[in-house]
């Protein structure tokens, strides 16, 4: 039994015990979260695939961790012109872990 569930403008393919990094949401350590976004539920029934959502689907999740991702150095560089820029960027994640699926 799988879903696919979209948060923080991505779509990912969850599975019941599944860890996964998911754009910043606003809430705590230990909280749960659900969502109901679910674009498809596959269950020992069938497919289901909303349009374009799953009617009354729902994704229970808990807030296991809020870190920031490991850093991303962007270097811009142009030819002949001494002209270098470096920057680093590191992007705040929420680690959540899929529990129910209904």
Avoid at 4 to 22: P, R
Avoid at 37 to 59: C, D, H, M, N, T
Avoid at 78 to 101: D, F, M
């Amino acid at each position: 039994m799988y879903a696919v569930i979209e948060t923080g403008g991505k779509q990912y393919t969850v599975h019941e015990g599944d860890l996964v990094k998911v754009e910043k949401l606003d809430a705590n350590e230990g909280d749960s979260v659900s969502f109901d976004k679910v674009l498809l539920v596959q269950e020992e029934g069938g497919l289901k695939v909303g349009k374009p959502y799953v009617e009354g689907a729902k994704v229970e999740a808990k807030v296991l961790k809020q870190a920031k991702d490991k850093k991303v150095i962007v270097y811009k560089f142009k030819a002949k012109k001494n002209e270098r820029k470096k920057k680093g960027h590191r992007q705040p994640y929420t680690l959540v872990e899929i529990g129910k699926l209904a």
